[in-house]
């Protein structure tokens, strides 16, 4: 019997965690009373406000990476042009007009565009239009532009670690019952990171590496990276960006051997 308090207390030592609980980020909610809409008001501030929320249009430009099959495919220049729409009602349809563009080796490799109604790409009009389809595996980002938006909903979901950064976490639902979940760094209100289902499985995007310029009210990552499924498929480095500027609708029509 002298042995039982022995047993016992090695019983409580192998029951002892190598790390207090508390100390371990991430684990309990930070500002449990901050609701999700505040995070995203907070998280809209931060990224440049109102110019930020409807920006009209958006011009991208940096180079990207795609991993295929083993590979490493990369293009030394890439470009995404956006016109926005004012209002979002499905966070993951196609909507307002998209071009973008990829170059290696002085050539262009593929141009995908979308002007509101029409699939195009390098060759011109995309033959099956049913094509407009694949478009819901790129769109999701522009939720939480419109998060406070009449008919959306938001909640908040727990805390967690992206890329190392304490995050609050929420869940969007967009007025056609879309879901899209974002992470937002807890320090500064970045947006680090979205989530949502498409048509080829659950796609992500973890944002890093922001920047500014001067005179703009604009944040934007300069480091993107995609996944399906939870593999990377593409990294994107976006170095320079236009705000706002005029984009004649020729931009998003394509025609063959453009």
Same mark, same amino acid.
Not at 2 to 23: E, N, W
Not at 30 to 56: C, F, K, M, T, Y
Not at 202 to 208: C, G, K, S, V
């Given at each position: 019997?002298?042995?039982?308090?022995?047993?016992?207390?090695?019983?409580?030592?192998?029951?002892?965690?190598?790390?207090?609980?508390?100390?371990?980020?991430?684990?309990?909610?930070?500002?449990?009373?901050?609701?999700?809409? =505040?995070? /995203?008001?907070?998280?809209?501030?931060?990224?440049?406000?109102?110019?930020?929320?409807?920006?009209?249009?958006?011009?991208?430009?940096?180079?990207?990476? !795609?991993?295929?099959?083993?590979?490493?495919?990369?293009?030394?220049?890439?470009? !995404?042009?956006?016109?926005?729409?004012?209002?979002?009602?499905?966070?993951?349809?196609?909507?307002?007009?998209?071009? /973008?563009?990829?170059?290696?080796?002085?050539?262009?490799?593929?141009?995908?565009?979308? =002007?509101?109604?029409?699939?195009?790409?390098?060759?011109?009009?995309?033959?099956?239009?049913?094509?407009?389809?694949?478009?819901?595996?790129?769109?999701?980002?522009?939720?939480?532009?419109?998060?406070?938006?009449?008919?959306?909903?938001?909640?908040?979901?727990? =805390?967690?670690?992206?890329?190392?950064?304490?995050?609050? !976490?929420?869940?969007?639902? *967009?007025?056609?019952?879309?879901?899209?979940?974002?992470?937002?760094?807890?320090?500064?209100?970045?947006?680090?990171?979205?989530?949502? *289902?498409?048509?080829?499985?659950?796609?992500?995007?973890?944002?890093?590496?922001?920047?500014?310029?001067?005179?703009?009210?604009?944040?934007?990552?300069?480091?993107?990276?995609?996944?399906?499924?939870?593999?990377?498929?593409?990294?994107?480095?976006?170095?320079?960006?236009?705000?706002?500027?005029? !984009?004649?609708?020729?931009?998003?029509?394509?025609?063959?051997?453009?």
């Amino acid at each position: 019997m002298k042995f039982a308090p022995l047993f016992a207390a090695f019983l409580i030592g192998l029951a002892t965690p190598a790390v207090a609980q508390d100390a371990l980020p991430g684990l309990h909610a930070v500002n449990p009373a901050l609701s999700a809409a =505040d995070i /995203i008001q907070r998280a809209h501030e931060a990224a440049g406000g109102e110019n930020w929320r409807r920006p009209g249009t958006l011009a991208l430009r940096g180079h990207a990476v !795609m991993y295929r099959d083993g590979g490493e495919f990369v293009y030394d220049d890439y470009e !995404m042009l956006r016109d926005y729409e004012a209002e979002k009602k499905d966070a993951h349809q196609a909507d307002g007009k998209v071009r /973008i563009e990829a170059v290696a080796g002085g050539e262009t490799v593929f141009i995908l565009a979308y =002007d509101g109604k029409t699939t195009y790409d390098q060759n011109g009009p995309v033959a099956d239009q049913s094509a407009n389809a694949r478009w819901a595996a790129n769109f999701g980002f522009g939720a939480i532009r419109h998060a406070l938006d009449e008919g959306w909903t938001q909640k908040r979901l727990p =805390d967690d670690l992206i890329d190392g950064r304490l995050a609050y !976490m929420v869940e969007l639902t *967009d007025p056609s019952g879309g879901v899209t979940r974002f992470g937002i760094a807890q320090d500064d209100y970045a947006i680090v990171y979205v989530g949502f *289902d498409t048509p080829r499985g659950w796609h992500e995007r973890r944002y890093a590496n922001f920047f500014k310029k001067p005179g703009v009210d604009w944040v934007q990552p300069g480091r993107v990276r995609l996944y399906y499924n939870g593999v990377k498929q593409n990294e994107v480095i976006w170095t320079d960006f236009d705000v706002g500027k005029s !984009m004649p609708d020729s931009l998003f029509v394509v025609s063959k051997g453009e």
